[in-house]
């Protein structure tokens, strides 16, 4: 089993900037991918950005790209995202996952982190 925790999310003026954390535990030998996601109230789920574990390739959704950067630290199992020049509307629940080697679907998530942006 893999267990994530997200961390960083908070309240936030439009323009402002964050750092979320997810560090995962358990069998942590098996991760392939690591991603971000995030759902608002109303609207369904969506994809944020993703990292390969092996040779860090990154793909980010076209609503973010260019304002949020996803990084990672194999070492301590650890996925980041760093969100800048936030809107309102990017407020939403944001979760981050993992992809196994076996699998290669996201089967493993976290509970969630808030972020709120305001104006």
């Known amino acids: 089993q893999v267990q994530l925790v997200e961390s960083g999310g908070g309240l936030v003026q439009a323009g402002g900037s964050l750092r979320l954390s997810c560090a995962a535990s358990g069998r942590t030998s098996v991760t392939y991918q690591m991603g971000w996601f995030r759902q608002a109230p109303g609207k369904s789920r969506e994809f944020i950005a993703s990292?390969?574990?092996?040779?860090?390739?990154?793909y980010y959704g076209p609503s973010v790209k260019g304002r949020f950067t996803i990084s990672k630290d194999n070492a301590r199992n650890t996925v980041y995202l760093q969100m800048n020049s936030l809107k309102p509307e990017d407020t939403a629940v944001y979760y981050c996952a993992t992809a196994t080697i076996t699998k290669k679907t996201y089967d493993y998530w976290g509970q969630g982190t808030q972020v709120t942006v305001s104006s």
């Open positions: 990292v390969s574990w092996s040779d860090s390739t990154t």
